[in-house]
């Protein structure tokens, strides 16, 4: 038996190589996918998520365009990856088949998981909006979800938002919507949470990303060197290091083994200059947390997916 995921993605480079990967998952039954407006301007990123899942072999799987925003957007210069990579070579060889939602994507997730004969799995690993949309409005969908695993936070490190007025506490996913991360966290959904604790561990190396290079050919690794190399330069012009906080979340569904974890109440605050950091909390949220990485068998669990060659070594 499949296990049925729901993906909710915000078109960032780290997101686009997340679907690459969920795409060649054995055992993931990818039922539909959602775009929210968040780290990425929404229509190149629905556009390259159309050509990524053509270029996998699963136009079947249907994709619905977001459009609603939180209240703290990302800076522009990063949402602007999605144009780039919508650009790619190796996304534009012929027009794409995959279909979009005549929904937008908070009703169109609500329908998805009110139909849904089981409970599923949701894989948010951008603002839980739409999420929180469809508690609102749909109660009966909380209890579809069999498992929220979502990449967001900050425990016990700093964050990574450095916007005036604020304390720098928070991480951009849950910041970009702090209301809509307050509002998942009060529901009985379980949750495991993939905090900048753990994604922080996994940068994109000059090492990683150019080994996808000699195995060059394979689609799913060209475009995957291809978004990693895209990332060069972040340090340089934003002071933190580009890791691959979306796609260490995403290996979870395939190899949970690579991750050591830690039960953790938390809270998500909502105001004043630490809004949308996510605190330590004794009569707060119980969520199974990320704390430690295999960090190697991360890297080695990437390139294997992507280009198809378990043997594929970087020596």
């Known amino acids: 038996m499949s296990r049925a995921i729901y ?23 990818l039922k539909g996918v959602t775009v929210t407006p968040a780290d990425c301007l929404i229509g190149p990123a629905v556009s390259a998520t159309r050509k990524i899942l053509d270029v996998a072999g699963a136009h079947e799987v249907p994709v619905a365009e977001g459009v609603l925003t939180g209240p703290n957007p990302f800076p522009l210069e990063w949402r602007v990856d999605a144009l780039r990579a919508d650009a790619l070579p190796v996304l534009n060889q012929r027009d794409p088949r995959t279909r979009v939602s005549e929904l937008p994507a908070h009703e169109q997730l609500a329908q998805w998981l009110l139909a849904a004969p089981e409970p599923v799995t949701l894989l948010m690993i951008g603002p839980l909006t739409n999420l929180a949309w469809c508690l609102d409005a749909h109660p009966a969908v909380e209890s579809k979800i069999a498992e929220l695993v979502f990449m967001g936070g900050a425990i016990d490190v ?84 580009y890791c691959c906080w979306d796609s260490l979340t995403t290996s979870y569904l395939a190899e949970p083994e690579l991750c050591e974890f830690e039960d953790v109440r938390c809270e998500v605050l909502t105001t004043g200059p630490s809004q949308g950091r996510t605190v330590r909390s004794d009569t707060g949220r119980l969520v199974k947390c990320a704390k430690k990485v295999d960090v190697e068998g991360f890297y080695r669990h990437c390139r294997e997916t992507l280009t198809g060659m378990p043997e594929f070594s970087t020596q």
Do not use: K
Request: contains cysteine; glycine residues 12%; proline residues 6%.
């Open 158 to 241: 700093v964050g990574n938002v450095d916007e005036a007025g604020h304390d720098g506490s928070a991480e951009w996913n849950v910041f970009w919507d702090p209301g809509a991360a307050h509002r998942v966290f009060a529901s009985a959904i379980p949750i495991t949470l993939f905090p900048l604790d753990a994604t922080d561990q996994v940068p994109i190396t000059p090492e990683f990303a150019r080994s996808f290079g000699r195995t060059y050919g394979a689609p799913l690794g060209d475009l995957a060197g291809s978004l990693l190399a895209m990332t060069f330069g972040c340090f340089e012009t934003t002071g933190f290091a």
């Open 7 to 29: 993906f909710d993605h915000d078109g960032a480079l780290d997101d686009l190589l997340s679907l690459a990967l969920l795409t060649r998952y054995r055992g993931i039954a």
